[in-house]
């Protein structure tokens, strides 16, 4: 088994077809698909299931696939440690961010990033839903607020805080809560996916958990503020979601007495890539220009 039908195999897995990963590869469809064949001669196991429209991964292929991933990225790695000072940051960097802060923060910062770094290239998914970094073969992945027990590695970027607003028409007709219980009698918009929603609070020191409903829900943030805007209810999101709203007049952030403290911007990535010359080139990057903007 060679070290290039790993690479080859794993791009056509990312790519879904072999023709998406020949043409990524610069190599020719045929190629692509003999190598891969002659990998699942080697292997004595079937990888893919192939059809006419889209290749699908056996069980053993996607254990195969994630095995070959942490490989080639460990060998990468270590070439990166080899060359750092000829060539410092270098390869392809894999990145899953929320869309509203992708599109706002990362989209300058990422172009910025590779007008240093010539030898980096990026694949970025901008989404609102929580990725299995290991699993979908992600270098990094930016998570805001708490995060949930894993084997990630989490380096903070940025603080942000997450504020409770409405338009001035919707507080003008339904009246401005006095205290988080108050939401009780509230339309809320929902941010996230399906099942109960709470919000978080401070009362009398200690944390709270209000439980909320309404009329709107969706997994992005800047739709949730824009219903906002136009009156439908309150919203909790970041401050940079809704911070040009509350600048312009369109919202009016409430409940300040009550706001926890500020949450956490975090890069996870797994523990096999620690070592990664591009990641903590990156990560430091960001860090040091999200402030920046973010402080402005």
């Known amino acids: 088994m060679q070290l290039e039908d790993m690479r080859i195999f794993v ?7 072999f023709t998406a990963a020949a043409n990524r590869l610069s190599l020719s469809k045929q190629f692509v698909s003999r190598r891969v064949m002659a990998l699942e001669e080697a292997l004595g196991v079937q990888l893919l299931i192939r059809n006419t429209r889209k290749l699908a991964v056996t069980d053993l292929g996607q254990e195969f696939y994630e095995r070959a991933r942490r490989i080639l990225n460990e060998v990468e790695d270590a070439e990166q440690a080899m060359s750092l000072r000829r060539a410092g940051p270098r390869g392809l960097l ?44 992600f270098d990094m992945a930016i998570r805001i607020g708490t995060l949930s027990d894993s084997t990630l590695i989490a380096q903070k970027l940025i603080d942000v805080r997450m504020l409770v607003c409405a ?54 943030g800047d739709l949730i503020r824009d219903a906002a805007v136009a009156g439908l ?13 509350l600048k312009s007049g369109q919202l009016v952030s409430v409940l300040e007495a009550f706001l926890p403290k500020a949450t956490g911007v975090y890069a996870v990535y797994p523990q096999h890539r620690q070592s990664s010359v591009t990641i903590r080139a990156f990560v430091e990057f960001l860090r040091k220009h999200l402030k920046k903007r973010l402080a402005g």
Not at 11 to 17: G, Q, R
């Open 233 to 245: 209810g309150l919203v909790r999101l970041p401050d940079f979601i809704v911070a040009d709203a």
């Open 167 to 220: 338009s001035p028409a919707y507080l003008k007709r339904r009246g401005k809560p006095a205290t988080p219980v108050d939401l009780a009698r509230h339309a809320c918009l929902l941010y996230g996916h399906g099942g109960v929603v709470s919000w978080e609070f401070m009362v009398d020191g200690a944390a709270k958990s209000v439980e909320v409903r309404g009329p709107l829900r969706a997994n992005n």
């Open 11 to 17: 791009a056509t897995v990312d790519a879904h077809h």
């Open 94 to 137: 894999r990145v899953s961010a929320p869309m509203s802060f992708g599109m706002m923060h990362l989209s300058p910062l990422v172009s910025a990033f590779l007008r240093e770094h010539g030898d980096v290239r990026f694949d970025m998914e901008l989404s609102d839903r929580t990725v299995d970094v290991i699993g979908e073969g």
